[in-house]
């Protein structure tokens, strides 16, 4: 049934709201308008825009024209104006709202009116999720839009405009199936930079060639990605004072991609904090003289600063100009018209105006480099980064030898350059082309920036630490995010399985027959026995599916007997309880068709599956840990893959 009301008026929380998003929105997007239908994103590309180059605000199931209703659209533009998020990552969001809006009209019998943040429900939500799934929408990108509704909803129940809600979404998290075979397994390890590019890269750290200042600079970058596996994006924009010390530990403050938490710390140890703090000094080195002009642009946000000159100048000669602008002899004379000039009456020369030359060096600075007047992202205060204390600036168009350094643009270095630098781009050879660094097969080593993090993760798998440390440690979501990162070799799964039962951290039927073992035989029987690991995001099972299917189909919670449920993971509980909403959907249909199908030994079995799983969630929650331990084996004594010696 749907709901009319009558609608009240806005709240002060959605008014304090809208106010903050209508003054980002100014600073983000000049020029344009926060009511409009629609936003101009061309400007951000340089941000890593892909795609469609319009945020719209319009409905969904119409002919695209008819606006989403302004009591609705105002909070989503606020959200996203604040978010301090990639345009391609505003565009998603806006996609998962504009979904959102479809399920809050349909539940008002399509009364725009009729709508208020205060009657918002969990109804709306889920009716939202609903039409997704109707659409034929793959369930990846219902997942994912699901994703961007919670974080949505989070971000204004935090400001108080609707209360907060548990959210269960029935569309699961969708894995690839190869992750779980071995075959799967070592052909995803091509994403790992081979040991021909870790060596390359560790030789071009330690100044063994020639290289330019700009390209020292990247190399400070890609020594600060291998310490702490950060994302490109979130190196990119680290803060000059990023390194920090408090008490006897080292952290690296950064700003957290693909998330509302604007600003993040992660631990270091004394190795990964030497190799940061080397890096960071070697950084501030090279960009002195970018830092100084970016100080001189950030003092003066709505007038463009003219190094080195008189303000008492009003005119300047067109050698004067070329050498100001760093153009070739003879350049200045292409400006646009709107750059006043003159003949001087007692000589040939042709003389340039300076207010009309600032307003247009100030034009092209808010078009090209509109991270000097806004600053560089959000923090956590609400305040910008000023380019100036952002670690990683250059002078635009800097090592890009056809187009030639701008000496009064300074930028945030960006992640095309850095491609460009580990990968080539068209007619701009990689750094390995460059110095003739190769692979074993005598082609150029060839890399890009996100395998450096799928390397940092996949050695500390390998080396023993868990997933559930991996996880905090990059301050990712789920344990299954881990799973597109570790890339580990057969040998190095059997090292890391063997550390983890050594460690008491896998227990069960193999874990005990290891331990009746005798010391010299346990190795022994690891290396014959533990072949592969599935792991998922509630625990480890040992089985190998290059084999045999997995005798549960992949559904551990049926009462598997080498399940293992840890009760402190949030993570683990909040995706058995999406796996039992979807399951008891699953089961009403069921029942329905036991009612209506002639074919009753299939339907029936069907029917008990589904109740099996119901009640293996259901068992496994109301599991309680014992002792100093807070992972549990709900299903202990029930068969699994492994049978005690005799």
Same mark, same amino acid.
């Given at each position: 049934?749907?709901?009319?009301?009558?609608?009240?008026?806005?709240?002060?929380?959605?008014?304090?709201?809208?106010?903050?998003?209508?003054?980002?929105?100014?600073?983000?997007?000049?020029?344009?308008?926060?009511?409009?239908?629609?936003? #101009?994103?061309?400007?951000?590309?340089?941000?890593?825009?892909?795609?469609?180059?319009?945020?719209?605000?319009?409905?969904?199931?119409?002919?695209?024209?008819?606006?989403?209703?302004?009591?609705?659209?105002? !909070?989503?533009?606020?959200?996203?104006?604040?978010?301090?998020?990639?345009?391609?990552?505003?565009?998603?969001?806006?996609?998962?709202?504009?979904?959102?809006?479809?399920?809050?009209?349909?539940?008002?019998?399509?009364?725009?009116?009729?709508?208020?943040?205060?009657?918002?429900?969990?109804?709306?939500?889920?009716?939202?999720?609903?039409?997704?799934?109707?659409?034929?929408?793959?369930?990846?990108?219902?997942?994912?839009?699901?994703?961007?509704?919670?974080?949505?909803?989070?971000?204004?129940?935090?400001?108080?405009?609707?209360?907060?809600?548990?959210?269960?979404?029935?569309?699961?998290?969708?894995?690839?199936?190869?992750?779980?075979?071995?075959?799967?397994?070592?052909?995803?390890? #091509?994403?790992?930079?081979?040991?021909?590019? !870790?060596?390359?890269?560790?030789?071009?750290?330690?100044?063994?060639?020639?290289?330019?200042?700009?390209?020292?600079?990247?190399?400070?970058?890609?020594? !600060?990605?291998?310490?702490?596996?950060?994302?490109?994006?979130?190196?990119?924009?680290?803060?000059?004072?990023?390194?920090?010390?408090?008490?006897?530990?080292?952290?690296?403050?950064?700003?957290?991609?693909?998330?509302?938490?604007?600003?993040?710390?992660?631990?270091?140890?004394?190795?990964?904090?030497?190799?940061?703090?080397?890096?960071?000094?070697?950084?501030?080195?090279?960009?002195?003289?970018?830092?100084?002009?970016?100080?001189?642009?950030?003092?003066?946000?709505?007038?463009?600063?003219?190094?080195?000159?008189?303000?008492?100048?009003?005119?300047?000669?067109?050698?004067?100009?070329?050498?100001?602008?760093?153009?070739?002899?003879?350049?200045?004379?292409?400006?646009?018209?709107?750059?006043?000039?003159?003949?001087?009456?007692?000589?040939?020369?042709?003389?340039?105006?300076?207010?009309?030359?600032?307003?247009?060096?100030?034009?092209?600075?808010?078009?090209?480099?509109?991270?000097?007047?806004?600053?560089?992202?959000?923090?956590?205060?609400?305040?910008?980064?000023? !380019?100036?204390?952002?670690?990683?600036?250059?002078?635009?168009?800097?090592?890009?030898?056809?187009?030639?350094?701008?000496?009064?643009?300074?930028?945030?270095?960006?992640?095309?350059?850095?491609?460009?630098?580990?990968?080539?781009?068209?007619?701009?050879?990689?750094?390995?082309?460059?110095?003739?660094?190769?692979?074993?097969?005598?082609?150029?080593?060839?890399?890009?920036?996100?395998?450096?993090?799928?390397?940092?993760?996949?050695?500390?798998?390998?080396?023993?630490?868990?997933?559930?440390?991996?996880?905090?440690?990059?301050?990712?979501?789920?344990?299954?995010?881990?799973?597109?990162?570790?890339?580990?070799?057969?040998?190095?799964?059997?090292?890391?399985?063997?550390?983890?039962?050594?460690?008491?951290?896998?227990?069960?039927?193999?874990?005990?027959?290891?331990?009746?073992?005798?010391?010299?035989?346990?190795?022994?029987?690891?290396?014959?026995?533990?072949?592969?690991?599935?792991?998922?995001?509630?625990?480890?099972?040992?089985?190998?599916?290059?084999?045999?299917?997995?005798?549960?189909?992949?559904?551990?919670?049926?009462?598997?007997?080498?399940?293992?449920?840890?009760?402190?993971?949030?993570?683990?509980?909040?995706?058995?309880?999406?796996?039992?909403?979807?399951?008891?959907?699953?089961?009403?249909?069921?029942?329905?068709?036991?009612?209506?199908?002639?074919?009753?030994?299939?339907?029936?079995?069907?029917?008990?599956?589904?109740?099996?799983?119901?009640?293996?969630?259901?068992?496994?929650?109301?599991?309680?840990?014992?002792?100093?331990?807070?992972?549990?084996?709900?299903?202990?004594?029930?068969?699994?893959?492994?049978?005690?010696?005799?």
């Amino acid at each position: 049934m749907g709901i009319v009301k009558a609608a009240a008026g806005p709240s002060a929380a959605e008014l304090a709201f809208i106010e903050r998003g209508n003054a980002a929105f100014t600073e983000l997007f000049p020029g344009q308008h926060f009511e409009h239908s629609s936003w #101009d994103l061309r400007h951000l590309k340089g941000a890593g825009l892909a795609g469609d180059v319009t945020l719209h605000f319009t409905r969904l199931k119409t002919d695209g024209n008819q606006p989403i209703a302004t009591r609705f659209a105002n !909070i989503v533009k606020a959200y996203l104006a604040t978010g301090g998020k990639a345009s391609g990552t505003m565009s998603l969001d806006a996609l998962g709202c504009r979904w959102l809006w479809e399920a809050c009209l349909e539940r008002r019998a399509h009364e725009e009116s009729a709508f208020t943040w205060q009657g918002f429900t969990k109804d709306d939500v889920e009716r939202a999720e609903e039409l997704m799934i109707a659409s034929d929408m793959n369930s990846s990108s219902v997942y994912r839009r699901c994703k961007n509704i919670s974080l949505f909803l989070r971000a204004i129940s935090n400001a108080g405009i609707i209360a907060p809600m548990e959210l269960v979404f029935r569309t699961p998290r969708t894995d690839s199936l190869d992750r779980l075979t071995l075959a799967g397994q070592e052909a995803r390890a #091509d994403m790992m930079p081979s040991e021909e590019a !870790i060596h390359g890269l560790a030789r071009l750290f330690n100044d063994e060639f020639d290289l330019t200042p700009f390209e020292r600079l990247v190399m400070c970058i890609v020594a !600060i990605m291998f310490a702490s596996g950060l994302r490109i994006n979130e190196t990119l924009q680290l803060a000059t004072n990023a390194l920090r010390k408090e008490g006897e530990k080292f952290f690296l403050y950064y700003f957290k991609s693909k998330s509302k938490l604007r600003e993040e710390k992660m631990a270091l140890s004394r190795k990964q904090a030497n190799l940061v703090d080397e890096a960071i000094r070697r950084a501030l080195e090279l960009t002195g003289p970018a830092r100084k002009r970016a100080m001189e642009l950030v003092a003066s946000p709505h007038s463009f600063p003219l190094p080195n000159i008189d303000d008492e100048k009003l005119e300047f000669q067109s050698e004067e100009v070329d050498t100001l602008l760093g153009l070739a002899p003879q350049s200045s004379h292409k400006l646009p018209p709107e750059v006043l000039r003159r003949r001087a009456s007692n000589s040939n020369r042709v003389l340039f105006d300076r207010a009309t030359l600032q307003k247009y060096l100030q034009a092209r600075r808010e078009k090209f480099a509109l991270e000097t007047t806004r600053g560089v992202t959000l923090r956590a205060d609400g305040t910008w980064l000023p !380019i100036d204390e952002a670690l990683f600036i250059s002078f635009r168009y800097e090592n890009n030898a056809p187009r030639g350094t701008d000496p009064l643009l300074v930028k945030l270095i960006s992640q095309q350059q850095i491609g460009t630098f580990l990968g080539g781009h068209d007619d701009l050879p990689s750094i390995f082309e460059r110095l003739n660094l190769t692979e074993r097969n005598g082609k150029p080593i060839s890399l890009n920036a996100h395998q450096i993090r799928h390397y940092v993760t996949s050695k500390a798998a390998g080396a023993g630490i868990s997933d559930a440390h991996i996880m905090r440690w990059q301050r990712r979501e789920h344990t299954g995010d881990l799973d597109a990162y570790i890339h580990l070799t057969k040998e190095e799964r059997v090292t890391r399985l063997r550390e983890h039962i050594k460690s008491g951290r896998v227990t069960g039927e193999i874990a005990t027959m290891y331990f009746q073992l005798a010391t010299d035989e346990r190795d022994v029987f690891l290396e014959n026995v533990v072949q592969a690991i599935h792991v998922t995001h509630l625990g480890f099972c040992v089985h190998d599916f290059n084999t045999a299917p997995c005798p549960k189909a992949l559904n551990c919670v049926k009462r598997c007997g080498s399940y293992l449920h840890d009760t402190t993971d949030k993570q683990q509980r909040n995706s058995l309880l999406r796996l039992k909403v979807m399951n008891t959907h699953a089961l009403e249909d069921a029942e329905r068709a036991r009612k209506e199908s002639t074919q009753g030994a299939l339907v029936e079995e069907w029917v008990a599956d589904l109740k099996a799983t119901n009640d293996g969630i259901d068992q496994i929650l109301r599991t309680v840990p014992s002792g100093d331990t807070s992972v549990v084996a709900p299903f202990k004594g029930k068969p699994s893959r492994f049978e005690p010696l005799e």
